[in-house]
């Protein structure tokens, strides 16, 4: 089973280029789960007559979302995050509106395990938006996978919006402490691992020139001078079954790429 996780920055811009079909043809996968798709599903012109779609768009028009296309049908499918959660961690959101209306999270069932896929906001680049992610998002984000987890065996993959280790990114060393590399978001991403997820693409790969963002400045891409802030993080009981992890860079359309696993 081929899993893919993109995002694809306005999904109605990658389609217009004529890369989404190619990324179907190229790469036939089995899910594909989207961030920032920027739309809402009537608005898109999109023949995938083999996939069940589950959209999750931002109250907000043009802005956020998350997405999964799937050969299987899910047996459950949630939008966001449960009430509860939302409440014990004050994910209401901050000056920039409701962080739970803006499509960020959408998870499916399967018999054998649970996809879950999230675009995690950007903590800007003056900061303000860190305490969100820091004290109340990513909190909650690893509460809302340790319950799914607690039914089965958690996949969950998106734009982390966060460079975990030196390794991640081209260039750390000036990076420290600026959005996408401060403490605290790197803390958040310790948690997921402590908490027995694993970062499965660090299960095949060590090293750096591995990323899967760059800015459009400075031909950053073409230098490889990039981010790995996208990721599939699993439960370490799913671990074994998974063949390979990996980044398609080649893959344009977005400032993103591809990223995805094989699972047995």
């Known amino acids: 089973m081929k899993l893919y996780s993109w995002n694809v920055n306005g999904i109605r811009a990658?389609?217009?280029?004529?890369?989404?079909?190619?990324?179907?043809?190229?790469?036939?996968?089995?899910?594909?789960c989207l961030q920032e798709i920027k739309a809402r599903q009537e608005q898109v012109d999109l023949d995938l007559p083999r996939y069940h779609q589950y959209w999750n768009s931002a109250e907000k028009a043009g802005y956020s979302g998350t997405a999964i296309f799937s050969k299987t049908e899910a047996l459950n499918v949630w939008y966001?995050?449960?009430?509860?959660?939302?409440?014990?961690y004050d994910v209401r959101g901050d000056t920039y509106g409701d962080a739970n209306k803006e499509g960020r999270v959408t998870a499916v069932e399967y018999e054998d395990f649970i996809v879950a896929t999230v675009y995690t906001p950007n903590s800007k680049g003056?900061?303000?938006?860190?305490?969100?992610?820091?004290?109340?998002?990513?909190?909650?984000?690893?509460?809302?996978?340790?319950?799914l987890e607690a039914i089965k065996p958690v996949l969950f993959c998106g734009d982390l919006n966060v460079a975990h280790t030196e390794d991640d990114l081209a260039?750390?060393?000036?990076?420290?402490?600026?959005?996408?590399?401060?403490?605290?978001?790197?803390?958040?991403?310790?948690?997921?691992?402590?908490?027995?997820?694993?970062?499965?693409?660090?299960?095949?790969?060590?090293?750096?020139?591995?990323?899967?963002?760059?800015?459009?400045?400075?031909?950053?891409?073409?230098?490889?001078?990039?981010?790995?802030?996208?990721?599939?993080?699993?439960?370490?009981?799913?671990?074994?079954?998974?063949?390979?992890?990996d980044?398609?860079?080649?893959?344009?359309?977005?400032?993103?790429?591809?990223?995805?696993?094989?699972v047995k």
């Not at 389609?15 to 594909?32: A, C, L, M, Q, R």
């Not at 003056?126 to 319950?147: C, G, I, T």
């Not at 959005?179 to 310790?190: A, I, L, N, V």
């Not at 402590?194 to 899967?212: C, I």
Request: hydrophobic content about 35%; glycine content about 8%; overall charge negative.
């Open 14 to 32: 990658v389609i217009n280029k004529g890369e989404f079909s190619k990324f179907i043809d190229t790469y036939d996968p089995d899910v594909i």
């Open 80 to 88: 966001g995050f449960p009430d509860d959660i939302l409440e014990q």
């Open 126 to 147: 003056d900061l303000s938006r860190l305490e969100l992610r820091h004290q109340h998002w990513d909190k909650a984000w690893l509460a809302y996978m340790q319950r």
């Open 171 to 245: 260039n750390p060393k000036p990076n420290v402490g600026k959005h996408g590399f401060t403490k605290e978001e790197r803390e958040g991403f310790d948690n997921f691992v402590a908490a027995g997820f694993v970062d499965t693409f660090r299960m095949f790969t060590q090293g750096n020139g591995h990323y899967s963002w760059w800015t459009h400045w400075a031909n950053a891409r073409a230098r490889n001078v990039g981010w790995r802030i996208d990721y599939w993080l699993a439960t370490s009981g799913l671990t074994e079954r998974i063949l390979r992890a």
């Open 247 to 262: 980044i398609h860079a080649t893959q344009m359309g977005s400032d993103h790429c591809p990223v995805s696993i094989e």
